[in-house]
């Protein structure tokens, strides 16, 4: 579970960014934050990342009914200073009677005298003592720092954005597999073994999202020639290039699967409805295999409709407004601000429904076309995955 709890940020002397955000998330569930632009939304991304520090709150990723991480480690590191200490007297006991045994058997104690036997058994124990310490530390020490390591790597945060347009920064030369297939290992075989390669990945990935180039506003050539053909990034829309970008962060988190925590913030912008709905459906698919959470930020309540289990209102204020599952939220909002805000969004729409495209586009996809695409060695059986469950 992820816990971000009283959450307070202002840029330097200005008014305050967030007043108290506090937000919930359940392991593999999805949170929707849903706000205007200039909530703060992409704020409480930059604090989750480590962009920024908080003026004031705490951002972690259990629950506070069981034993936090840094607890348990300290009760781990507590348990090693014990074995040490126990592991240490021992040592020194065992030295201090060979040292006796030896000094009694050579006759050194009578050359030294008392005093001298005395002061020698003292300086070697403690040598002994000093050189076990070292060693014990050695060990103990790197099965701590490889617990904190495991711990770090499982509360990971992965991130997508439209944001600053991340698909522009992708370098023009490279070509569309490339990008996509960029995180897959050596000899990858796909989780039918059929030898897949990265073009061969990109192309059902990308026909998947319904990809097309255009001149002159009519469609040209087909997926398979683009890859055939070495299509490059500064070939295509800016819409395009945020698939692209897209789907390369999704792969790499198939491959990885060691993290907790996926931002989304305003995704779909530049995405036509068919390929919003089947982005969404991508992540929703990695999800249920891999188990991670999702924290979907946006300003569009559509999507969130679809993909969110639970929701909170960030308000114009900086903060959290309404907090629940996701329908009883939406069915029974309590504050002005919000009701206005879910009155607008659904007086836009058809029916007054802002995920009605998307619901139709889902309706199009099999709930499990994308399973065989992913490799079968994850924690989860692919022939137990739950079905995505959509909207209708």
Known sequence: MFIADDLRFAYSSDEPILRGVSLKIRRGQTLGLLGCNESGKTTVAKLILGKIKPNDGRLDFDDPTKEAPES??????????????LLKSLGCSVAFFAICESFQNYGHRAMLGDTGYIAAVLVLGTLFQLIASEMFKQILGTTAQKARETRKSKCAVRFMTSEDSPGYRLKGSLKLYEVIGEHLPMGWKGADGTGRTA????????EF????????????GTVAQYISDGVQMDQLSGGQKHLIYLLGVLVSMEQSQEFGLLICDEILCGLDMKTQARVLHLIQISQ???GFSVLYMTCELGPLQIIADDLAFLSRKGRILEAGEASAVLNRPASEEFKKYVRACM???KGGDPAWAIKDELRKIPSDLLLHLWRTNSKRDPKKVDKVKKTM
């Open 199 to 206: 073009k061969e990945l990109s192309q059902t990935l990308l």
């Open 347 to 349: 007086d836009m729409f």
């Open 209 to 220: 999202c319904g990809f097309q180039m255009y001149v002159d506003g009519k469609a040209v």
């Open 288 to 290: 249920r295999r891999i």
């Open 72 to 85: 348990s480690e300290r009760s781990r590191e507590s348990d090693m200073n014990w074995s040490i200490f």
